[in-house]
């Protein structure tokens, strides 16, 4: 099964480090094939998922917040007695910084140290902004292309448009689902109500970029289309119900 060779593939590379630049070239020609419509292997969908766990999970950043705590909470404890433990009390100061430093290892499982979650945060709003950056591009090219189309031709762009880009942002959000788990999650909880999960934050953009562009057009072309069934004309009405689950769907949700 598929999460299976998923969860072996993210254990074996749990303890890889993966800086947004080292991943981003290769994460990026996988979404532009998802979104030229190419078909995907099981495997090249592994090496995307992989790719954003690693970077999530990024050694790297782990290191950096156990390092932060256990310096901190070890120049804390000298400062305060540098020599007035009891042994006793020397090996109950050992035994805190050991769990808290053995806490901000765990990371994000909880709500552990505000070094860990500021290190997942920095890690987990990069690569968030970068796919925000691709789906915006991305609108902005399709939409250019169909500026000058009209009527049932606009009906016939808008439609085929929406269904191959609900499902490539599906995909997109499967890989990414370490990052809506872990950092999007964490951002909502923290009051950010901006921050979508990737397959909601590619309907946003959608909405803002695509939909806002064509929406009086496509609307005067379903009414044309409408008024001609009226008048005894056979027409398409899968148009009528795809612009209908489209605009449903933006207003539902947004």
Same mark, same amino acid.
């Given at each position: 099964?598929?999460?299976?060779?998923?969860?072996?593939? !993210?254990?074996?590379?749990?303890?890889?480090?993966?800086?947004?630049?080292?991943?981003?070239?290769?994460?990026?020609?996988?979404?532009?094939? =998802?979104?030229? %419509?190419?078909?995907?292997?099981?495997?090249?969908? *592994?090496?995307?998922?992989?790719?954003?766990?690693?970077?999530?999970?990024?050694?790297?950043?782990?290191?950096?917040?156990?390092? @932060?705590?256990?310096?901190?909470?070890?120049?804390?404890?000298?400062?305060?007695?540098?020599?007035?433990?009891?042994?006793?009390?020397?090996?109950?100061?050992?035994?805190?910084?050991?769990?808290?430093?053995?806490?901000?290892?765990?990371?994000?499982?909880? @709500?552990?140290?505000?070094?860990?979650?500021?290190?997942?945060?920095? *890690?987990?709003?990069?690569?968030?902004?970068?796919?925000?950056?691709?789906?915006?591009? +991305?609108?902005? !090219?399709?939409?250019?292309?169909?500026?000058?189309?009209?009527?049932?031709?606009?009906?016939?762009?808008?439609?085929?448009?929406?269904?191959? +880009?609900?499902?490539?942002?599906? =995909?997109?959000?499967?890989?990414?689902?370490?990052?809506?788990?872990?950092?999007?999650?964490?951002?909502?909880?923290?009051?950010?109500?901006?921050?979508?999960?990737?397959?909601?934050?590619?309907?946003?953009?959608?909405?803002?970029?695509?939909?806002?562009?064509?929406?009086?057009?496509?609307?005067?072309?379903?009414?044309?289309?409408?008024?001609?069934?009226?008048?005894?004309?056979?027409?398409? !009405?899968?148009?009528?119900?795809?612009?209908?689950?489209?605009?449903?769907? %933006? +207003?539902?949700?947004?």
């Amino acid at each position: 099964p598929l999460m299976t060779q998923i969860n072996s593939s !993210t254990s074996s590379s749990s303890s890889k480090m993966a800086s947004l630049s080292e991943i981003w070239d290769d994460l990026k020609e996988g979404i532009e094939s =998802v979104y030229q %419509q190419q078909t995907m292997s099981k495997a090249r969908y *592994i090496i995307l998922y992989t790719h954003v766990y690693n970077h999530c999970t990024s050694s790297s950043a782990k290191s950096s917040a156990l390092a @932060s705590a256990a310096a901190s909470q070890s120049s804390s404890s000298s400062i305060r007695q540098p020599q007035l433990f009891s042994s006793q009390q020397q090996q109950q100061s050992n035994n805190k910084l050991k769990s808290s430093t053995a806490a901000a290892a765990a990371g994000g499982n909880n @709500s552990g140290s505000s070094a860990t979650s500021e290190g997942a945060q920095i *890690i987990g709003c990069e690569l968030y902004q970068k796919l925000q950056h691709f789906l915006e591009l +991305y609108l902005d !090219t399709l939409r250019k292309s169909g500026m000058e189309l009209m009527d049932e031709e606009i009906l016939k762009f808008f439609t085929i448009k929406w269904e191959e +880009y609900q499902f490539s942002s599906k =995909v997109l959000n499967g890989f990414c689902t370490y990052l809506n788990r872990h950092w999007v999650k964490r951002e909502n909880d923290s009051g950010h109500n901006n921050v979508y999960e990737i397959y909601n934050l590619a309907l946003v953009t959608w909405r803002d970029i695509f939909f806002k562009a064509f929406s009086s057009k496509v609307t005067n072309a379903v009414l044309k289309l409408i008024e001609r069934e009226r008048n005894g004309d056979r027409i398409n !009405t899968r148009l009528i119900s795809g612009v209908a689950e489209c605009y449903g769907k %933006q +207003y539902r949700i947004f």
